[in-house]
């Protein structure tokens, strides 16, 4: 085997074997099994981020921070929106007593730890708000399917007839062909899969697809940017073909966020 076979290999068994954790939870686990898994996602993700920041000499707060990121799912599986707002107030109250208290506490500390409960917490606990929706099972898997084929379909036409480069001073080896096929891979899951088993017109599952796709594609390009920043390759080592937590998760935790305020906006409840 071949080495962009054997790490396509590598890279897809890691992604199916959390494809299943998350399947079990969004089908068996209810809201509640929903809410668990984002918290343990956003955690884990957080844990990371927090790491890569600190090599810019940041330090923020990640009792606070990674606190805030747990709750948040859990919050919003009790009591819905008004829960995730509530911790999301409780935590800017905290961070700035905490600044406010701790001389040596600079102002982009307090930035980096409200802006990592924002980015991926604040995110992450959408998709419990998805989970209650009306077809929240099919919703939340086509949401992940989605994810999963852009993934699988834009490393795959990247890496065999990828040519233009996507955003080459962030990240070389992201191409237009590899988006122009994490698109259509997308697109189609919602498309097809949606016709099937949402009462979603053909139009609103093609604009939710490319708003997808597009979450995708910047999320994606936003963790290299990080990487960048602080000069490494991946942002952890857990994930066998991935990297980190974060390099898996890094599309999923803003078209999650994106998927749920397209699908209100085409009246889904």
């Known amino acids: 085997m071949t080495a962009p076979l054997a790490d396509f290999a590598v890279r897809t068994t890691s992604a199916a074997l959390l494809g299943a954790v998350m399947l079990v939870a969004i089908v068996l686990g209810g809201v ?9 996602i956003g955690v884990l993700t957080a844990a990371e981020f927090y790491t890569l920041t600190r090599r810019e000499r940041r330090t923020p707060n990640e009792l606070f921070g990674l606190a805030a990121i747990f709750a948040l799912p ?29 001389r040596s506490v600079r102002l982009s500390d307090t930035a980096v ?10 995110t992450l606990a959408h998709l419990v708000l998805m989970r209650q929706l009306g077809d929240g ?10 994810v999963w084929v852009n993934d699988v379909f834009a490393y795959l036409a990247g890496s065999s007839i990828g040519r233009t480069p996507l955003a080459p001073r962030i990240s070389p080896k992201k191409t237009w062909e590899g988006f122009a096929a994490g698109t259509l891979a997308t697109t189609l899951v919602w498309v097809v899969g949606g016709s099937y088993l949402t009462s979603m017109t053909w139009l609103a599952l093609v604009f939710v ?55 209100t906006l085409v009246g889904v409840r």
């Not at 929903?34 to 343990?40: G, K, P, Q, Y």
């Not at 910047?218 to 942002?235: C, I, N, Q, T, Y």
């Open 74 to 102: 859990l919050a919003t599986a009790q009591h819905g929106s008004a829960g995730l707002a509530t911790t999301v107030s409780v935590l800017i109250v905290a961070a700035l007593v905490w600044h406010v208290a701790i």
């Open 209 to 263: 697809g490319l708003s997808a796709s597009v979450a995708a594609a910047l999320g994606d390009l936003a963790e290299s940017r990080f990487k960048r920043e602080v000069m490494v390759k991946d942002s952890g080592t857990l994930l066998p073909g991935h990297g980190g937590f974060l390099d898996r998760f890094d599309s999923f935790i803003l078209v999650t966020v994106v998927t749920y305020y397209t699908l």
């Open 113 to 122: 730890t409200v802006f990592g409960v924002a980015y991926i917490g604040f």
């Open 137 to 146: 099972v099919v919703l939340c898997l086509l949401l992940v399917f989605g």
């Open 32 to 40: 509640w099994g929903v809410a668990i898994l984002a918290s343990a």
